[in-house]
């Protein structure tokens, strides 16, 4: 019998690699990078080891739940934006690969991209602020980034994703500049 639950697992040997051990999800895959001298039996051990620890961050960034990230963004509309973006619904979506997030201000939803997860917590609280100003200010104007400028750790944000983008060679984000 198969265990359907079971990963596919894809164990890269390198030559260039000597003490480092990587693992990273492709797809329905775990790729585990070793160096080509580890035995069999240290293969095996470390197989064991980085497909675990690539099954616990992704079970710590499942997490985040929609409930976690309507209660995040009433907060941060409080913080930045005087409690005045009240969004119906925020929640997380998978069919993003083009965008960070989404608002429709009509109906007051807000829609962020599950690849935002795993990134760091000012990275989605600056997405977040983003599609609560257009609650706020509909268009990438000046009064909508002055809205948005609010938030701290907007600039740097702006910076790590406009980096990401570039390095997934996916569309930059909006910045005040376009």
């Known amino acids: 019998m198969v265990d359907r639950s079971a ?5 890269r040997r ?3 690699r000597r003490r480092t051990v990587s693992a990273y999800r492709d797809g329905e895959r775990i790729v585990v990078l070793i160096p080509a001298t580890l035995t069999k039996a240290e293969e095996a051990e470390w197989v064991d080891t980085m497909v675990a620890r690539v099954e616990r961050s992704e079970a710590r960034r499942r997490r ?9 963004a009433q907060r941060l509309s409080d913080d930045y934006l005087g409690g005045l973006a009240q969004p119906v619904s925020v929640r997380w ?4 690969q083009s965008r960070w997030g989404s ?3 009509s109906d007051r939803t807000i829609r962020l991209s599950s690849r935002l997860q795993p990134m760091p917590a000012w990275v989605v609280d600056y997405v977040l602020v983003h599609e609560l100003a257009h609650l706020l200010e509909a268009h990438h104007n ?4 002055a809205w948005v400028a609010r938030y701290p750790a907007a600039e740097k944000a702006q910076g790590y994703l406009l980096g990401y983008a570039t390095a997934a060679q996916l569309e930059p984000p909006a910045t005040p500049d376009d």
Do not use: G, K, Y
């Open 7 to 11: 990963p596919e697992i894809e164990v």
């Open 64 to 72: 985040r739940t929609d409930t976690d990230l309507m209660a995040r």
């Open 103 to 105: 608002c429709t201000p």
């Open 14 to 16: 390198s030559r260039r």
């Open 93 to 96: 979506v998978d069919n993003q």
């Open 142 to 145: 000046e009064e909508f980034w």
